[in-house]
């Protein structure tokens, strides 16, 4: 089969290799859709390491082509939403409630960090029946691509920072991610979301999504334009979807006591997180920081392509580029790492 991959640092182009076997527990998939990730870009950079002829990719969707002797649920044929984390279902990790860290801290994440990804011919998916479902009747394998990895990690900052009816929240970045954590608070029943970021498709889709206000970091401080919006008081809850380390410094002095900070935004630099001791309440002030990554599965996905296929959740508005073949797998993996201003999300469809 072929695949693209990530050749060393810095450098990307296709490799042959055997198709994966697939073991009693498991299945091959052959991809619809796939759908590049600001990930897929800060891996080939180096962003976790040197990686040789790694095939890249963890957002599709796919029909099943083999699986295992073991696999309950699923055949041959099946077209499947498959999530970028693939956990192992029976660790001790995810039976404490913690699948995504299965093996080890972050060991959910595989494609195209321990083992190939998903822009190939083929692709294996440990535990079949834990990691797949089935696509919902009518749904475009292109809108499916969403639901591997956009949807639920946007989903889970609104999650971890606990967002309630009537609450104000505060999204730091409203790429693709950052609009489905703007998404996953309206949903949730926030009142007021207030947005950073400045790209005007963006400002345009978070509106959609649910965004009242924006901010812009080029015109001073987060923290001080929130405090001023909020006459002083704060927000409740902020989801970080971008930045880098210094964010969680603004994200601490804009909410308010008691409030809760949801963050899943890749730290890829810098050695320490900085807190500010006193807006942290010089320890006491009940300001909490969760950050994680997020759930994968069966369950997680069949939920959302549910919220997707009932029409309460439109994930189209994150697709702006749409490529057809796998000839144009380059080319949108290009795009996505230069970044146009009218670019969101790109995906390749190569179904026929």
């Known amino acids: 089969m072929k695949g693209f991959a990530m050749k060393k640092i810095g450098e990307t182009g296709w490799v042959e290799k055997e198709i994966p076997a697939c073991g009693p527990l498991d299945a091959i998939v052959k991809p619809l859709a796939v759908a590049i990730c600001t990930s897929d870009i800060h891996t080939i950079a180096g962003a976790?390491?040197?990686?040789?002829?790694?095939?890249?990719?963890?957002?599709?969707?796919?029909?099943?082509?083999?699986?295992?002797?073991?696999?309950?649920?699923?055949?041959?044929?099946?077209?499947?939403?498959?999530t970028a984390i693939?956990?192992?279902?029976?660790?001790?990790e995810a039976q404490a409630g913690y699948s995504m860290h299965s093996g080890g801290m972050l060991n959910g994440w595989k494609f195209s960090n321990v083992k190939d990804g998903v822009f190939s011919e083929y692709f294996h998916v440990n535990?079949?029946?834990?990691?797949?479902?089935?696509?919902?009747e009518g749904m475009d394998p292109i809108d499916a691509c969403m639901i591997s990895d956009m949807v639920p990690t946007g989903f889970h900052g609104a999650e971890l920072a606990d967002i309630q009816y009537g609450d104000?929240?505060?999204?730091?970045?409203i790429g693709p991610v950052g609009l489905m954590g703007v998404?996953?608070?309206?949903?949730?029943?926030?009142?007021?979301?207030?947005?950073?970021?400045?790209?005007?498709?963006?400002?345009?889709?978070?509106?959609?999504?649910?965004a009242n206000e924006f901010i812009s970091y080029k015109n001073?401080?987060?923290?001080?334009?929130?405090?001023?919006?909020?006459?002083?008081?704060?927000?409740?809850?902020?989801?970080?979807?971008?930045?880098?380390?210094?964010?969680?410094?603004?994200?601490?002095?804009?909410?308010k006591a008691g409030g809760k900070i949801g963050n899943v935004n890749y730290l890829g630099e810098g050695d320490n997180v900085l807190i500010?001791?006193?807006?942290?309440?010089?320890?006491?002030?009940?300001?909490?920081?969760?950050?994680?990554?997020?759930?994968?599965?069966?369950?997680?996905?069949?939920?959302?392509?549910?919220?997707?296929?009932s029409g309460r959740l439109?994930?189209?508005?994150?697709?702006?580029?749409?490529?057809?073949?796998?000839?144009q797998l380059p080319e949108a993996v290009k795009i996505m790492g230069e970044k146009p201003a009218d670019l969101i999300k790109p995906v390749v469809r190569l179904e026929k």
């Open 168 to 173: 104000t929240v505060l999204v730091i970045g």
């Open 183 to 210: 998404a996953g608070a309206a949903l949730r029943g926030a009142s007021r979301i207030i947005a950073v970021g400045t790209r005007p498709k963006c400002v345009e889709v978070a509106k959609i999504y649910g």
């Open 48 to 82: 976790i390491g040197d990686r040789k002829d790694m095939i890249l990719g963890h957002e599709v969707c796919g029909e099943v082509y083999e699986v295992g002797s073991l696999v309950k649920d699923f055949k041959k044929g099946d077209r499947v939403l498959v």
């Open 276 to 309: 500010p001791r006193i807006e942290w309440g010089v320890g006491m002030g009940h300001k909490a920081i969760f950050g994680g990554l997020m759930p994968g599965g069966r369950l997680r996905a069949e939920k959302l392509g549910s919220l997707v296929s």
């Open 86 to 92: 693939t956990p192992d279902w029976s660790t001790v």
């Open 127 to 136: 535990d079949a029946d834990g990691n797949l479902a089935l696509l919902p």
């Open 220 to 255: 001073g401080p987060i923290d001080e334009q929130v405090l001023k919006m909020t006459n002083g008081k704060g927000v409740d809850k902020v989801i970080i979807a971008g930045g880098g380390v210094e964010t969680f410094s603004e994200a601490v002095k804009s909410l």
């Open 314 to 327: 439109n994930v189209r508005h994150l697709i702006t580029h749409v490529y057809e073949g796998w000839d």
